[in-house]
C-alpha cells in the first residue's frame, strides 16, 4: 500500500532557527513529490521535485528529493513567526491522478 | 481569476440529513479531487475525477458521492450524515493530475 510518513509530527523553535523537516515515502512507480504550506486554511503550494528536478530553492526554504532513500527534506533557514504553519508532504505515483499525502509536520517559531 | 471556490464554507447538519458541497474552478484543470482532513490524519483522498465525465474512488469513498457536472464544477453529495462524517472537506484541482494540486478554501462541516 502506498504510504508517505512525515518527521517530526511537531515542532517548537525560536526565531532565526534553522529547520529539516522530513518526508519518506512507499509508492509505486515514484513521478512526485510535492510539498505545501497549510496556515489556518488551505493548503498552499511550495514545491514540486521530480527525478528530473530533484532540488528545488525558494528564498530562505529549499527542498531536495533523495530517489535512492525514497525521501525529501524541507529545509527552512533564519525562520520567522510567519513560518509557522502546517507542512505537507504529497507524493504521486505514475499511472495514477492520486497525490498521496503525509500527516504533515506541525512547526510553531517562537519570537 | 478565482482559483478554486467552494460553498459552503460552514455548515451544520443533523444525523440522517443530506447535502451537497459545491466547487469550481477556473483554471481550466481537467483533475479535481475531494478530500477530507481530521486532526492528525493528514487528507485523505474522497474521490477524484481525472478529466470530464470520469469518476473514481479514493481512499475513503464510503458516505459519499461525487458528481464531474463539466470541466469546471465537481460536487460531493453526504446522502445520510453521520457523526464521523465531522471533518473539513477540501476541494482541489490539478493539470492533467501531475502537477501542484490548487485547494479551495474548505467547507467545515459539523454532524449533530
Known amino acids: 500500500e502506498d504510504k508517505v510518513v512525515q518527521s517530526p509530527l511537531s515542532l517548537v523553535v525560536h526565531e532565526g532557527d534553522t529547520v529539516t523537516l522530513n518526508c519518506s515515502y512507499e509508492?509505486?512507480?515514484?513521478?512526485?513529490l510535492l510539498w505545501y504550506k497549510q496556515e489556518k486554511k488551505a493548503p498552499t503550494f511550495l514545491f514540486m521535485l521530480t527525478s528530473s528536478g530533484i532540488e528545488k530553492k525558494s528564498g530562505r526554504l529549499s527542498s531536495i528529493l533523495d530517489k535512492k532513500e525514497l525521501s525529501s527534506i524541507l529545509n527552512i533557514t533564519a525562520t520567522q513567526t510567519g513560518d509557522s504553519a502546517i507542512y505537507l508532504c504529497a507524493v504521486l505515483a505514475s499511472g495514477t491522478y492520486k497525490y498521496i499525502f503525509g500527516t504533515g509536520t506541525r512547526l510553531k517559531v517562537l519570537a | 481569476n478565482a482559483g478554486v471556490t467552494q460553498t459552503p464554507k460552514f455548515q451544520v447538519l443533523k444525523t440522517g440529513q443530506s447535502m451537497t458541497l459545491q466547487c469550481a474552478q477556473d483554471m481550466n484543470h481537467n483533475s479535481m479531487y475531494w478530500y477530507r482532513q481530521d486532526p492528525g490524519m493528514g487528507l485523505r483522498l474522497i474521490y477524484y475525477?481525472?478529466?470530464?465525465?470520469?469518476?473514481d474512488k479514493g481512499e475513503v469513498p464510503n458516505g459519499y458521492n461525487v458528481s464531474r457536472l463539466n470541466k469546471r464544477e465537481f460536487s460531493l453529495r453526504l446522502e445520510s450524515a453521520a457523526p464521523s462524517q465531522t471533518s473539513v472537506y477540501f476541494c482541489?484541482?490539478?493539470?492533467?493530475?501531475?502537477?501542484?494540486?490548487?485547494f479551495g478554501p474548505g467547507t467545515r462541516l459539523t454532524v449533530l
Open positions: 482541489a484541482s490539478s493539470a492533467e493530475g501531475q502537477g501542484a494540486g490548487y
Open positions: 509508492v509505486t512507480n515514484f513521478r512526485s
Open positions: 475525477s481525472a478529466s470530464e465525465g470520469t469518476t
